[in-house]
């Protein structure tokens, strides 16, 4: 009887317990980080311009931008960039004659910018360039950062 | 494509310049005063690139293949 008291006694300690027991309540969803998106800083260097000219200021800017050059000049593709970071620039200059696609030259540099840069690319050709159609593509760390159409008349 | 009746483009020159600092990779044979004549055009112009990789050369006699140069404007 003793022992039948003491086990009933556990049992119902046992179903107090668990009848007690609250069910885990789950926790309120977190908020969102931010309400309000912020827009991402550029990462790393960003191309905002490219002029082409046949001469440039102390700046290193092209003096007057143009598409159209004479046989002697000297073609300047200035590239302006933005935004901090190592990045290599690349120029690839090409002649364009019906579909045939020449290269005329590859230019690289690689700079360690650290805010607004003015970077400069030139082609020469000494006897005078051939006339037709010309075209600049310029690439940021191998991503093509947009191309000029330019005539040589 | 056919380049037969393309021009000859292998006598062009080109040069490229940055109002930031260009990183210059040394190879071999190279020497401050060549890079400076290569990057400015006068190889006097070496302290230039001496004093712009103080923190990387303690002897400017003494630079390696691979060496990350910072060279500045000119």
Known sequence: MKAFRTSSLVLLLALTVVACGKKETPAPAAPPATQATQPAAPAGVTVAAVNLGNALGADKRVTAPSTSFARNDTIYAVVETLGSGNTTLKARWTFHKGDNVATVNETSQTIAANGPAVNEFHVSMPGGWPAGDYQVEIFANDKSAGASKFTIQ | ?74
């Not at chain 2, 020159?13 to 940055?18: D, E, P």
């Open chain 2, 1 to 74: 494509m056919a380049d037969n009746d393309m021009p000859d483009f292998s006598g062009v020159k080109s040069g490229a310049s940055s109002t930031a600092n260009k990183i210059y990779t040394v190879v071999s044979g190279d020497s401050l005063s060549k890079i400076a004549k290569r990057e400015y055009g006068d190889a006097k112009l070496w302290p230039r690139i001496f004093e712009a990789n103080k923190d990387l050369l303690k002897d400017p006699n003494k630079i390696f293949p691979g060496q990350k140069l910072k060279i500045p404007p000119k």
